[in-house]
T-cell receptor, first 112, second 114 residues
């Protein structure tokens, strides 16, 4: 596979569930990102990892927990979410911070 | 703070019509400017970029010119096709606290009818 892949593509979860989103990049990049895309709102940057270290956390609630075990993989662990967390979650990677970002197709999350 | 404002959609055009999507920005320093496109069911793809004033980015018939005096980066295409139907995002890249980040506009949905 090439580019940035995300699994699952669709996820429905209850507010008491625990689930994880997975992102994998096959581009040899050193920076990875999580974004939240909600209807009628700008794309929101959630987390940035550079060389597997978190460099930015934009005041995201603790019910979202990122993990970057290596430069190719990024996870977003979810627990006790709220209905307003329903959105498209996009992963991106770049050669380094400040370089062009390549996006995955996203995971459409619905919290019931 | 740094921000991007782009025209609200949706925009509906007929095939071969002229397209303009307005984008203005507020930033300290000298940001790089981008247009990303999101086709249905897909992630965002970089469409074009410009890194300094008066630069023109172009790709797939789309163009945008970095205008520092008007803080604008309007997207244009002379003749749109049905396959151009997508959501278009204007963005800028800024340095914050030693790291670079992208700031996006809200997106403009374009529908092109045959």
């Amino acid at each position: 596979e090439t580019g940035v892949t995300q699994t699952p593509r669709h996820l429905v979860m209850g507010m008491t569930n625990k689930k994880s989103l997975k992102c994998e990049q096959h581009l040899g990049h050193n920076a990875m990102y999580w974004y939240k895309q909600s209807a009628k709102k700008p794309l929101e940057l959630m987390f940035v990892y550079s060389l597997e270290e978190r460099v930015e956390n934009n005041s995201v609630p603790s019910r979202f927990s990122p993990e970057c075990p290596n430069s190719s993989h990024l996870f977003l662990h979810l627990h006790t979410l709220q209905p307003e967390d329903s959105a498209l979650y996009l992963c991106a990677s770049s050669q380094a911070e400040g370089y062009e970002q390549y996006f995955g197709p996203g995971t459409r999350l619905t919290v019931t | 703070g740094d921000s991007v404002t782009q025209m609200e959609g949706p925009v509906t055009l007929s095939e071969e019509a002229f397209l303009t999507i307005n984008c203005t920005y507020t930033a300290t320093g000298y940001p790089s400017l981008f247009w990303y496109v999101q086709y249905p069911g897909e992630g965002l793809q970089l469409l074009l970029k410009a890194t300094k004033a008066d630069d023109k980015g172009s790709n797939k018939g789309f163009e945008a010119t970095y205008r520092k005096e008007t803080t604008s980066f309007h997207l244009e295409k002379g003749s749109v096709q049905v396959s151009d139907s997508a959501v278009y995002f204007c963005a800028l890249s800024v340095s914050q606290g030693g790291s670079e980040k992208l700031v996006f506009g809200k997106g403009t949905k374009l529908t092109v009818n045959p």
